[in-house]
């Protein structure tokens, strides 16, 4: 039979033992399991990859057919099903074991599969789709989970949160459990708080990326714009980091004004510049002239305002920055 995951709780679920939860919605079939399923199953929970199964077929039907008097009850996990595992799964179903709960889970799956159509029609079977979760759907999720911790942030800032969780309800979690770490030791956060603290692998090619065009390393600039996909959730941030960037070098170069040791000032600066960055901050100094600074800091300012209006367009338009920077004569 086919029941919607919302209607669960509402379920007298102890007579069913077989269950397909099938989607692309990841985080919201590990939520179902963990809160709704294992609580009314069992606590005594195996899993399996389906692979395992099929590689040791036989070994798998002893392990559960020849369960003894004295087991308790057994719910057991098989990840990654596909119609391969069809025939093992009617099986199971036909001999209807006693103290033992089965649920597969599997990716999207079409209307004329047969693994979820023996689950849909079948009354022992319980067949329940995930579908992926909307802007506002995620949008709630932070709203109640910042509530519980009394965190307060603007509207703006839970979409980036959102944004960054590209409609995942794991990615959104992992994000939700950052902002939550973080949150211990700041009493307020900022936009740029939130936009440097998600997505932290994505936020690395993207420190490189404003690093070699501000050096003027065309390469190394184009190289990562060709490795990574850049988005246009991304474009915000790339400005902000640009923007860090651009004030960090306007710093320096006035410092130098009064005293041209590069070494001196660079290791003195605060916060610190990483051993790693160091030479390409010596690049991004020689590249650019104080006056150009100030200029490329009103720029971005300027483009930023710009996508914010047109978000359409902010991919072709970051790039072009980018692309611009890096080819800029200083002067």
Not at 24 to 41: D, R, V
Not at 234 to 258: A, V
Request: aromatic letters at 8%; glycine letters at 0%.
């Amino acid at each position: 039979m086919i029941v919607k995951f919302f209607e669960l709780k509402n379920k007298d679920l102890k007579q069913n033992k077989y269950f397909l939860l099938y989607g692309n919605n990841k985080g919201l079939i590990e939520e179902t399991i963990k809160n709704t399923l294992i609580p009314i199953l069992s606590n005594n929970v195996s899993y399996y990859d389906e692979s395992q199964i099929l590689n040791n077929i036989e070994n798998f039907k002893e392990d559960i057919f020849s369960q003894s008097f004295f087991d308790r009850e057994r719910l057991i996990v098989i990840k990654r099903s596909t119609e391969k595992i069809y025939p093992v799964c009617e099986e199971i179903v036909e001999k209807n074991l006693k103290d033992i709960s089965i649920i597969f889970i599997s990716e999207s799956l079409e209307k004329r599969s047969k693994l979820r159509l023996f689950f849909e029609k079948n009354s022992k079977t319980v067949c329940i789709p995930f579908y992926e979760d909307n802007q506002q759907t995620l949008s709630n999720i932070v709203q109640n989970h910042l509530k519980k911790l009394n965190i307060n942030l603007s509207q703006q800032m839970i979409n980036v949160i959102v944004d960054r969780s590209r409609g995942d309800r794991v990615n959104l979690n992992n994000e939700l459990i950052k902002l939550e770490n973080y949150s211990l030791n700041k009493k307020k956060i900022e936009l740029d708080d939130i936009l440097k603290l998600t997505n932290l692998a994505e936020n690395h090619h993207i420190s490189s990326l404003v690093d070699y065009s501000l050096a003027k390393n065309r390469t190394k600039t184009l190289n990562i714009l060709n490795e990574n996909n850049l988005n246009s959730e991304d474009c915000i941030y790339i400005l902000r980091m640009f923007l860090s960037k651009l004030k960090r070098l306007l710093i320096i170069k006035n410092e130098l004004r009064e005293d041209n040791n590069i070494e001196k000032i660079i290791s003195s600066h605060k916060p610190p510049i990483f051993w790693k960055d160091k030479e390409l901050v010596k690049q991004q100094i020689k590249a650019w002239k104080y006056d150009n600074i100030q200029k490329q800091i009103v720029k971005t300012n300027s483009l930023e305002l710009k996508i914010k209006k047109n978000p359409s367009a902010s991919i072709f338009l970051v790039t072009d920055f980018i692309l611009e920077r890096t080819l800029e004569i200083s002067n």
